[in-house]
């Protein structure tokens, strides 16, 4: 099964660059309180990288950033080629998508699976037009890939805890996007289940391509998974192999 790429028209003046995410002095402040500062990062096509850092250290900053949700108060971002200055072009947003933190659906919660990953569709088809048959064939096809295709009729509220978060990823998939980000995806899950999500995200990374970004407080789980991790405390303190001894030495000092 191939992973269905949906036609843009994007120009690149650097074809030859396997960079898609771009940051050069990036500083975020809330307020007279500064978030993340000076940060310089590069992400290259097809990276599966984990971040990690303390509480309150900007790793959803960074990551809301990327998304355009946040504006930096100084420092230049590039997405896929092109300078962003103010908000994100729809052709570049939507070949990003988002995961947040996890919250379960209430068990009365009223929309099947494939309904909540159809919702994934909504910037591309509009919130009051009728899905068509390409919009339903990329919902099972994105249900597909994570292996949640046999319950796409039943309530997302009966479903565990692990399966609404594949069921999560799935609408993220919908939109066929060259990037994911993703927000502590298994934060309120079990190690075994864990896993499963684990494996699924790097299936989508080496099969499909897709660039994964994801934030992380298990260590255990970044070092596994991924081969490149990245240590945040308001501003980047390592880049590198999560399974550099320099990488443990840091960690120990950010975390006491």
Known sequence: MQLK????????????SDVIVCLKDVSVAYGKNIA?????????????????????????????????LIKPIQGNIRLFNQNIDGKIPREIKNKISYIPQFTPFDKNFPALVEDVVMMGRYNKIGMFRVPSKEDRERVKHALELVKMDNMAHRPIGHLSGGQQQKVMIA??????????????PTSALD?????????????????????IVTIHHNLRII?????????????????GSPNDSQFDE??????I
């Open 223 to 239: 070092k596994e998974y991924t081969k490149r991790v990245i240590a945040i405390n308001k501003t980047l303190v390592y880049d």
């Open 171 to 184: 609408q993220a998939l919908a939109t066929s996007p060259s990037i994911l980000l993703l927000d502590e």
């Open 191 to 211: 190690f075994k289940m864990t896993k499963n999500v684990m494996d699924i995200l790097t299936q989508l990374n080496k099969t499909y391509g897709i660039t």
């Open 36 to 68: 993340l500062y000076k940060i310089n990062l590069d992400i290259e096509k097809g990276e599966f990288i984990g971040i990690v850092g303390p509480n309150g250290s900007g790793k959803t900053t960074l990551l809301k950033t990327v998304l355009g």
């Open 5 to 16: 790429q949906e036609s843009n028209n994007l120009t690149s003046n650097r074809d030859h």
């Open 250 to 255: 840091i960690i120990d000092e950010m975390y």
